[in-house]
């Protein structure tokens, strides 16, 4: 922990970068993001099991991107970022969101976080993101902090739901989601904590004309989870904030998980892992798969 | 205050006959409030944290008509709702929750009678239940409740040992519920009651409510705003979990060309388009003026109206933010000029 | 209605510069084809936003077509190319979410496969036939709705026709 304080204080002092987006714990179990611009106050820095947030999230929040500018130091912003987190980062490089040169990561060797705050970091407690993790290893990094420590292992049950939903008859799925999202109350926690999810001015709000409706019932409630998946549909990158935050405990990684495993199987892609392939979504191939069409 | 002892297993025969008149029974789950299908769901645990979700929506729905129209070349004409006046008996609420439909009351009740919630708010039936847990999060204690008020609560219950309540009766409603049932009760000593509320561990007020009312009408342009408002990512998890906030968006949803309704629906001062207006301009433009309002609205404006602190300290907001941003930590550290907001 | 009489509600998303110009020659070849299709014509296939086709289904539509330029004769160049991978997407969620692969379909025709045209509504039509009535939506949307009373009901001119009534006398 005091590399990763000594390394952000140091980055401050000399003043490469304009603020630290990090995580601070605030209990025995639990972080929060913290945005520190002092190099005294980088202290509070930690980085453990309990660092849950994706902090790519602030990386495209105007006021952030304004922190450099007021206090008429560089524009570069450093961000602890786990290994998954990075993708995030990657994604919006690609979409280009952020500029690579003004963004300095500091990322971890990473074995793994809890699926929540509050509970023990053990295989029963792991999220489902590190049960099919391959980069415990950031593929981008200023910056390398950490030991290598073995992650627990797990059984992969959001794969099992997925498969067990694919065997269902058509009309029971449709019935399994609907009641799923019946249960949503429109609160956008799962479009605010999503890095991708960057629109300046979201499609719901939009409503001349209302292509979403914004009442909660199960008609507005089924419209908006089914754009939101199809929005980020081979632009995920499978960070499972959505999951997380959701007040609902409405299985939204699911079907986020579910197109990520298509875009793989239709394109061999998936989003944040190579900053060298464009976007799935914003390029084309000429000779892409033509059976879907008469 | 009339004092009497139920055993467990004659509160499930009152709650079995509540749900065969056709009533709907309410408890709190880990989640959400439900409606009690079979009584051995029952759970009725005073160590239980509030569930995620507070019971709000049973009285004012995230979505409810207001009024169907149908237009024709020269006229528009209305059909008024009807609400189905069904008895709603909520079962084991925990104090923060049990004050919460009395607080809306003062707003719904205010400039105008909304009687959407006046019709379900009279036909709720509370049953509160003591609570003898608290986390970090919690802070009823602060903002003039505790976690064995029988404030709001029409009937409430104190467990006095494994198979038997002491069932205090509060209101009149509370008297006129449990008058049918009077068989089931027996007479009951205050004193054991109230030996056991003494004893309850209670949650450390964090903070003087009085003292943060003055705080906020000094400090509208206070930079401390601003290291929350960075943090704050602008979703309205935290107003719509909450068992008090009550603001609501008005939206027409058609038919077809001649036919449709006008939807009311929960909205939140944290999204960006809560204040814009048709022109284009936004009051509240920035994240650290919404939440400025947030805070303002529950601790000073809503004094300032009626009189109550507009949140009953379960929580939930904070329990469930997405970034952690606690509200009990902001406005218990507002008068500490070394701490601020954000760190 | 009954099993027998009852006709498939189809919305056809149609490209104005291939897709809407082959119906046309379908038109003027007096070729025959099913009347379920209702045709929407839009700039082009690439500006076809999901939302619309979710809409259809929202409103009762049993069916849904998507159809423009053959690749490679897009009238933007690659409006179709951006449209191929987000159908690909679209249909898959779609399908996993519960409507069945078939109430979706995608061509490609010309301006001059006049036949094809007729070919792809018969297909279509007969298809979503044969699937039946799209019924998952009945649920959602019996939410919240009212039976309007009798009296209510003999006013029904359409508020739109009125005003394009009036422009067109001007």
Redesign the interface.
């Given at each position: 922990m005091n590399e990763l304080i000594k390394h952000a204080k140091e980055l401050l002092e000399k003043g490469e970068v304009a603020a630290v987006i990090g995580y601070r714990q605030v209990s025995e179990k639990r972080t929060k993001p913290v945005i520190i611009t002092e190099p005294e106050e980088t202290r509070a820095l930690v980085f453990n099991e309990y660092c849950l947030n994706n902090l790519a999230v602030y990386l495209t929040k105007a006021r952030i991107k304004l922190l450099g500018r007021k206090n008429n130091k560089s524009f570069k912003l450093a961000i602890t970022a786990k290994p998954c987190d990075v993708h995030s980062i990657v994604a919006l490089i690609q979409e280009n969101q952020i500029d690579r040169d003004k963004i300095h990561i500091i990322s971890f060797n990473c074995h793994g976080v809890v699926k929540d705050f509050g509970f023990d970091f053990n295989g029963d407690n792991l999220s489902s993101k590190c049960i099919t993790c391959e980069t415990h290893k950031p593929l981008y990094y200023d910056k390398l902090l950490g030991e290598v420590k073995e992650t627990p292992q797990a059984r992969d049950s959001a794969l099992e739901r997925i498969k067990e939903i694919e065997r269902m008859p058509h009309n029971e799925r449709f019935e399994f989601f609907r009641s799923e999202f019946d249960k949503c109350i429109k609160c956008y926690a799962c479009r605010a904590v999503c890095p991708l999810c960057y629109c300046q001015r979201c499609i719901t709000d939009k409503t001349i004309p209302c292509w979403i409706e914004t009442s909660s019932h199960q008609r507005g409630n089924f419209a908006w989870n089914v754009i939101r998946a199809f929005h980020l549909s081979g632009r995920c990158t499978g960070c499972g904030e959505c999951d997380r935050v959701c007040p609902a405990d409405i299985p939204l990684s699911l079907i986020n998980r579910k197109m990520t495993i298509e875009a793989n199987n239709l394109f061999s892609f998936v989003s944040g892992r190579s900053l060298e392939t464009p976007t799935l979504v914003g390029s084309f191939n000429e000779k892409d798969n033509d059976e879907l069409f008469m | 205050m009339d004092e009497k002892i139920i055993s467990r297993v004659d509160l499930m025969k009152i709650c079995k006959d509540v749900i065969d008149k056709g009533n709907t029974l309410l408890t709190p789950g880990a989640a959400d409030y439900y409606v009690v299908k079979d009584i051995s769901d029952i759970i009725l645990d005073t160590s239980a944290l509030p569930s995620k979700i507070s019971h709000k929506s049973y009285v004012f729905p995230r979505t409810e008509p207001v009024l169907y129209y149908k237009r024709s070349k020269n006229d528009v004409q209305l059909i008024d709702i009807n609400i189905d006046s069904k008895k709603i008996v909520i079962l084991g609420a925990k104090p923060c929750d049990a004050n919460s439909i009395n607080i809306m009351k003062h707003l719904f009740n205010w400039d105008h009678s909304d009687e959407f919630f006046n019709k379900r708010a009279n036909n709720f039936m509370v049953i509160g239940l003591m609570c003898s847990h608290f986390d970090e999060y919690c802070f009823c204690t602060s903002v003039r409740s505790s976690p064995v008020s029988e404030k709001g609560s029409d009937l409430f219950l104190i467990p006095v040992d494994i198979n038997n309540y002491a069932l205090k009766i509060i209101t009149e409603k509370g008297k006129e519920f449990i008058s049918p049932y009077s068989g089931y009760l027996k007479p009951g000593d205050e004193k054991n009651s109230k030996l056991i509320t003494e004893n309850v561990r209670q949650p450390e007020a964090a903070f003087d409510s009085s003292e943060v009312y003055e705080w906020l009408g000094e400090n509208f342009e206070s930079p401390k705003w601003e290291g929350v408002g960075n943090l704050c990512l602008s979703c309205a998890q935290c107003a719509f979990v909450c068992s008090v906030c009550h603001c609501f968006d008005i939206t027409d949803e058609d038919y077809s060309y001649t036919e449709g309704r006008r939807m009311k629906n929960w909205d939140g001062c944290q999204f960006g388009n809560f204040t814009l207006h048709a022109s284009g301009h936004n009051p509240r433009d920035i994240q650290s003026k919404r939440y400025r309002q947030r805070v303002n609205h529950k601790f000073r404006y809503y004094v300032d109206r009626f009189g109550e602190i507009l949140c009953t300290g379960c929580g939930r907001c904070s329990r469930g933010c997405p970034v952690s941003i606690d509200i009990k930590e902001i406005v218990s550290n507002c008068n500490d000029n070394q701490k601020e907001f954000l760190k | 209605m009954d099993k027998q009489n009852w006709e498939p509600k189809i919305v056809a998303f149609v490209c104005n510069w291939c897709t809407y110009t082959g119906a046309d020659l379908a038109g003027t070849s007096r070729l025959k084809y099913p009347a379920n299709c209702k045709l929407i014509r839009v700039m082009c296939s690439g500006s076809i936003?999901?939302?619309?086709i979710?809409?259809a289904f929202?409103r009762g539509a049993d069916g849904v077509l998507v159809s423009g330029c053959h690749?490679?004769d897009c009238h933007y160049n690659?409006g179709n190319?951006?449209a191929?991978?987000?159908?690909?997407?679209?249909?898959?969620?779609?399908?996993?979410?519960?409507?069945?692969k078939g109430r979706l379909?995608?061509?490609?025709i010309s301006a001059s496969e006049g036949k094809k045209f007729a070919d792809?509504i018969t297909?279509v039509t007969e298809d979503i036939k044969a699937m039946g009535q799209f019924t998952?939506?009945k649920?959602?949307?019996s939410?919240?709705?009212?039976d309007?009373?009798a009296d209510?009901a003999e006013?029904?001119?359409?508020?739109?026709q009125?005003s394009f009534d009036k422009e067109t006398v001007k």
């Open positions: - | - | 936003d999901p939302v619309f979710l809409k929202e690749p490679n690659a190319f951006h191929r991978r987000r159908w690909d997407f679209f249909h898959k969620l779609l399908d996993f979410i519960g409507i069945e379909q995608f061509s490609w792809v297909k998952s939506y649920k959602m949307n939410e919240f709705t009212v309007f009373p209510l006013l029904e001119e359409p508020v739109l009125e």
